[in-house]
């Protein structure tokens, strides 16, 4: 039986494997994520529009000067897939997950 040391006291792990299997966890763990991923597609999509919006008009406008304006939607899809995606899309995660869960602790 594994021991779980907690505030100075010594208590068994059997209260938390029963809350965790519990069929209400699992149901209030899956709306959580259906409220954090899926409700939360709108703003990174608006997010990642305008940030490609950006960056495809000042590579534009760098690359005209050396004849590479061709170039520009290889370039600013692969800067974003590659880099600047997953970060613009964890903190808007964030964003909107942390404000979720400070309106909710007014309740």
């Known amino acids: 039986m594994a021991w779980i040391f907690w505030?100075?006291?010594?208590?068994?792990?059997?209260?938390?494997?029963?809350c965790c299997?519990?069929?209400?966890s699992i149901l209030a763990f899956s709306?959580?994520?259906a409220a954090i991923g899926v409700k939360?597609?709108?703003?990174?999509?608006?997010?990642?529009?305008?940030?490609g919006f950006v960056m495809?008009?000042?590579f534009g406008y760098g690359l005209e000067r050396f004849g590479g304006k061709i170039y520009v939607?290889?370039?600013?899809?692969?800067?974003?897939?590659?880099e600047l995606g997953p970060v613009m899309t964890c903190l808007?995660?964030?964003?909107?997950v942390?404000?979720?869960?400070a309106a909710e602790l007014d309740r």
């Open 98 to 101: 942390g404000s979720g869960i």
């Open 31 to 33: 709306s959580s994520s």
């Open 92 to 96: 808007m995660l964030a964003g909107r």
């Open 56 to 58: 495809s008009i000042q």
């Open 21 to 24: 299997s519990a069929r209400h």
């Open 7 to 18: 505030e100075g006291r010594q208590t068994s792990s059997t209260p938390l494997v029963g």
């Open 73 to 82: 939607p290889r370039v600013v899809g692969l800067s974003i897939m590659r």
């Open 40 to 51: 939360s597609f709108s703003i990174v999509f608006i997010t990642a529009l305008s940030i």
